[in-house]
């Protein structure tokens, strides 16, 4: 049997996953990254000084309630429990993200039951806002000016440049209010983190006979004609040469610092003081309960606007940028046996479960129209419905 040629551009999880279930086809896959490691921005390596599994691009929680994909991603490594509980410094005190009845009690000094912290709250959100088009105007409705002054507004500052009067409503989709104790940060059925790390994940992924992986290399896009089908997922505006303009990300700048013992007794805290420079602080051997390490390393993590060197991140999706994305989307859609994937060639800011299912579909809808001789669309999710 001839093996039929496809091209993975990227070695994160979307291109792992459609690569191996591709492979498991009878696919021969050619896997391409630029960078010298697997996994993307999930990449886990160990320190050399300390021993602690680092999360190189700052950290990376599991979390789904899709059943298809916790049990997919449990193929690869055995997942260790890990409940995320973010705390948050504001003012020189701690407090518990997100907001729930212990951070009400807390910052105001009280002592609420539910049912009195949920009326309290009703009292304080500002009701005259109907309907919030920005970002602040959506905190002010939902938890009022004092705790929208303490946890959001130098916080998200920092995050975006930009003050929360000037970014749409839409990056603050959901406000989870929880009136009682619970301080889970998220709320999904399946949580944990890889015992092993995400790169020794990816890597089992691409571990295939029929998988050949070349990292430190770029894909030239001359080549595409070798393929049956190329699998991107790198910059949609990369792959363009930038021809509608670059389109705008946040980047995230870590500051490493090695201490003795345990140095803020937590995994993530978040800095909400503007006057603080960096967002916040993540002590990475606490993503690992499991282990035990003498010395521990933590990132402090600085936000700022991505050059064209700088790894993207947070793609910035606002009016300039939509407009740019919809060109690079009819662009896209003219490309012949070229699919688009993955947070990069979709401009979304996308949580790993949600990479993994999208990749899953995409590798089935690939199988679908190869057996019915059709054509595999640009995208599996219209990256302009985010």
């Known amino acids: 049997m001839t093996l039929k040629k496809i091209a993975v551009v990227g070695a994160g999880f979307s291109g792992a996953v459609i690569a191996r279930e591709l492979a498991l086809q009878g696919f021969s896959v050619d896997v391409f990254d630029t960078r010298d ?8 390596a160990r320190d050399a000084q300390t021993g602690v599994m680092v999360h190189v691009y700052g950290p990376h ?55 009195q912290a949920k009326d309290f709250m009703a009292s304080i959100g500002d009701a005259s806002i109907q309907d919030p088009q920005t970002f602040e105007e959506q905190a002010l409705r939902f938890v009022g000016k004092d705790l929208y002054e303490a946890f959001f507004k130098g916080y998200t500052q920092k995050q975006w ?14 406000l989870p209010i929880r009136f009682n104790y619970d301080d889970n940060y998220y709320a999904s059925k399946y949580q944990g983190i890889p015992m092993h790390g995400y790169s020794a994940i990816v890597e089992k992924m691409l571990d295939h006979p029929s998988i050949h992986v070349s990292l430190g290399t770029a894909f030239d896009r001359s080549n595409a004609h070798e393929y049956q089908h190329v699998f991107y997922s790198g910059p949609i505006d990369a792959w363009f040469d930038y021809s509608q303009g670059r ?3 946040r980047t995230l700048d870590f500051k490493p610092e090695r ?24 002590e990475h051997k606490h993503f690992a309960p499991w282990e035990e390490h003498a010395q521990t390393l933590i990132y ?33 859609k003219q490309e012949k046996n070229v699919t ?3 947070r990069l060639a979709t401009y979304r800011y996308l949580d790993m479960h949600v990479t993994i299912a999208e990749a899953l579909d995409a590798a089935q809808c690939f199988l679908s129209a190869n057996a019915k001789h059709e054509r595999m669309p640009a995208f599996v999710v219209d990256p302009l419905g985010q």
């Open 37 to 44: 490691h697997v996994a993307g921005n999930c990449h886990t």
């Open 61 to 115: 929680i599991f979390h789904t309630s899709n059943e298809t994909v916790w049990n997919y991603i449990q193929q690869f490594d055995r997942f260790m429990p890990f409940t995320n509980r973010v705390k948050a410094q504001y003012a020189g005190r701690v407090y518990s993200l997100p907001i729930n009845l212990l951070t009400i009690n807390s910052f105001f000094g009280k002592t609420f039951s539910p049912s």
């Open 161 to 174: 440049g930009l003050s929360p009067a000037e970014l749409p409503a839409s990056i603050l989709k959901r």
């Open 247 to 249: 389109l705008g990300y």
């Open 259 to 282: 201490h003795e013992g345990d140095y803020q007794g937590n995994a993530v805290i978040n800095y909400c003081d503007e006057s603080t420079p960096w967002t916040r602080i993540s």
């Open 300 to 332: 402090k993590e600085y936000s700022r606007l991505c050059a064209n060197d700088d790894i993207p991140y947070y793609p910035i999706r606002m009016v300039k940028e939509k407009l740019q994305l919809s060109s690079y989307v009819d662009l896209a």
């Open 340 to 342: 688009f994937i993955g």
